[in-house]
């Protein structure tokens, strides 16, 4: 099970934290990532992190802005969002999958169709 929690509502330019907290199976043996689906749209990429935290991957949106991190000894990953844009609004969702290799990650991590188990989802809104 994941459950996102730290959505809210914040001005252009201002930061917000998220997180998401796993149980239920050995967390440090699955990459995790954040997508985000914006109201009508498909759910895309942010970023992702490998099992022991060694490697991130940003989509381009999100580099420079956001970090990702994880603490296996509390089962939870983070998503730090800085310089947030109006455009950044959506629903936040955490995943969680199983990638042979970091380049494997690197490639198949960016689509939703390659996580196992997904959280519910925090809405994210970001005012102009």
């Known amino acids: 099970q994941l459950v996102e929690s730290g959505g809210g509502l914040v001005q252009a330019g201002g930061s917000l934290n998220i997180s998401c907290a796993a149980s239920?199976?050995?967390?440090?043996?699955?990459?995790m990532a954040w997508f985000r689906q914006p109201p009508g749209e498909e759910r895309d990429f942010v970023a992702a992190?490998?099992?022991?935290?060694?490697?991130?991957v940003y989509a381009g949106s999100a580099k420079g802005r956001f970090t990702i991190s994880r603490d296996n000894a509390k089962n939870t990953v983070y998503l730090e969002m800085d310089s947030l844009k109006p455009e950044d609004t959506a629903v936040y969702y955490c995943?969680?999958?199983?990638?042979?290799?970091?380049?494997?990650?690197?490639?198949?991590?960016?689509?939703?169709?390659?996580?196992?188990?997904w959280g519910q989802g925090t809405q994210v809104t970001v005012s102009s």
């Open positions: 239920g199976r050995p967390f440090s043996s699955y990459a």
């Open positions: 995943a969680a999958g199983r990638f042979t290799t970091t380049q494997t990650l690197r490639t198949a991590g960016v689509a939703p169709r390659s996580y196992t188990y």
């Open positions: 992190i490998t099992g022991s935290g060694a490697t991130p």
